[in-house]
Each structure stands twice: as C-alpha cells, then as structure tokens.
C-alpha cells in the first residue's frame, strides 16, 4: 500500500464516480495515474449530501476516504497531502473566504506536494446544480460565482503557493505544478 495521499477540493454532484467521458478532463487523467500507483484518494466537500448521495460516495469508484469538511476547517487526524487538484471550486467561494480558502488549502498540503487549480472566469449557467455555491451542511444550494478576476486570484495565491506553468483564456485559468512557497 502506497503512503502517499491525494486530495480532491469540492466533488460536487457530478463526479462522485468517474465516468469514460471524464477521462478527457486534466482531473481525471491525473487521477488515475495515482490510483494505477495505489495512492491514498481523498476528496472533501463541506455541502449538503443527501443520504443517497452520501451512500454513492461511500461506494464510488474512485474515492478512498470522504471528509465532509470545508478547506478553511481545521482538520484532525488526516494526513498533509501529497498531491491534490482544485478544479472549478475557487469561482465559488465566498470573496470575503477567498484568502482564507489558499491559507486552509497551504495549511493541508505537504512541503514537497504538487497541485493543480482550474478557475472558471465564465458566468457559468447557472441554472445548473454544478455551479452551485453550498454554505456548509447547507440543504439548499444557491447560485454563487464571486466574480474574482484573474489577476486578483494570482495575487491571492502567490503569497503561498508557486507554479510552474499558467494557462489562461477570458474565462479560465489553470495552474500546473503548484508548489508551497
Ligand atoms: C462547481 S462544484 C465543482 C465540482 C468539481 N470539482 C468539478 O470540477 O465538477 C464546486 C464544489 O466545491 C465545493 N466547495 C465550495 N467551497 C468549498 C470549500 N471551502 N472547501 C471544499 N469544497 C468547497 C462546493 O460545495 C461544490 O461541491
């Protein structure tokens, strides 16, 4: 049994299991290259599951162990974490939780661990559960995008975090290899 730990920030409701057409995503590809080296799969989201979502997370196929906590929690008895991927979360914090989401997220990683942040910039649809903001252990979802711009987000994340590669277009923004400072 490999000891190294993965951590996923904000599963959702669409990927409590991985299904083919996922594997065109950068998430899933890297996933699975840690699950073929039997690493330690975590993923945590603070929002409300319901019974049968929270029983579909226990069997998924990809999932380890499930923290239903919030990144700017402070947790106990769980690893620092070697890897983890942050995809499509940070465009629906709070802005006031913005720095304190990077703080918890530095807080929960290892010195020499390796991340990968997806923002989307878009307006998202949303009228669509995916784009939903949940208050912790909050029933009812509502639509949230904080509108943080891009350079607003860089500012925010390089006082703890470097990377080696930044991609970006109008409405996205993915940094590869994301290192603690
Ligand atoms: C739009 S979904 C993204 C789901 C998935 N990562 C994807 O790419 O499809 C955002 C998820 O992040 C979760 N989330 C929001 N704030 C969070 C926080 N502070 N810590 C952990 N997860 C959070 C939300 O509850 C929600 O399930």
């Known amino acids: 049994m490999s000891s190294k730990n993965f951590l996923y920030i904000g599963i959702g409701s669409q990927n409590i299991n991985l299904k083919p057409k996922d594997f065109e995503r950068t998430w899933a590809q890297d996933l699975m290259l840690k699950i073929n080296d039997d690493w330690n799969i975590w993923a945590c989201d603070p929002r409300y599951y319901s019974d049968k979502m929270l029983k579909a997370i226990e069997n998924s196929n990809w999932i380890d162990h499930f923290l239903p906590l919030d990144i700017c929690d402070e947790w106990s ?16 914090v709070k802005k006031e939780k913005a720095n304190n989401f990077i703080v918890g997220l530095r807080s929960k990683v290892s010195y020499d661990s390796m991340g990968y942040i997806h923002i989307d910039l878009s307006d998202h649809n949303l009228t669509h559960e995916s784009s939903i903001y949940y208050e912790k252990k909050d029933k009812y979802y509502r639509s949230y995008l904080n509108k943080i711009t891009k350079d607003e987000w860089l500012n925010i994340i390089d006082k703890h975090f470097v990377y080696s590669r930044c991609k970006s277009t109008l409405d996205r923004v993915s940094l590869y290899d994301v290192k603690v400072k």
């Open 77 to 92: 008895n769980v690893p620092l974490f070697d890897a983890w991927n942050c995809t499509s979360v940070l465009e629906h």
